[in-house]
């Protein structure tokens, strides 16, 4: 049974750091695209950060850009998100993704639908 189990968030003022990691049991972990995405109260689950199988490309939207950082260990089948200067409007749910499918569109990962599966999430709070 594939899990995705996402740790690290909590409450922290704004200018902080958080790091949050994701613990993935899939089976050939680095077969799989992974991604971070966010919904905060009242908003859509956006995209948030994306690193490819192989680890050699990242992606970010343009929200975090130089902020956070998405890394990966496939020996660890871990992913995380290092964020920093973080800001109140970062406050949400985040969602570690995985998908090890081939995608023909260029900008697939940023789209929610496109991955097949998810963590629970994991709540970021920052305060002003």
């Known amino acids: 049974q594939v899990q995705l189990v996402e740790s690290g968030g909590g409450l922290v003022q704004a200018g902080g750091s958080l790091r949050l990691s994701c613990a993935a049991s899939l089976h050939s972990f680095s077969s799989y695209g992974m991604a971070w995405f966010r919904q905060g109260p009242g908003k859509e689950r956006e995209f948030v950060a994306m690193i490819r199988a192989t680890g050699d490309r990242t992606y970010y939207a343009d929200s975090v850009k130089g902020r956070f950082t998405i890394s990966r260990d496939n020996a660890k089948n871990t992913v995380i998100l290092q964020m920093k200067s973080l800001k109140p409007e970062d406050t949400a749910v985040y969602y570690c993704?995985?998908?090890?499918?081939?995608?023909?569109?260029?900008?697939?990962?940023?789209?929610?639908?496109?991955?097949?599966?998810w963590g629970q999430g994991t709540q970021v709070t920052v305060s002003s």
């Open positions: 993704a995985a998908d090890g499918r081939f995608h023909t569109y260029t900008l697939w990962y940023r789209a929610a639908l496109e991955y097949e599966f």
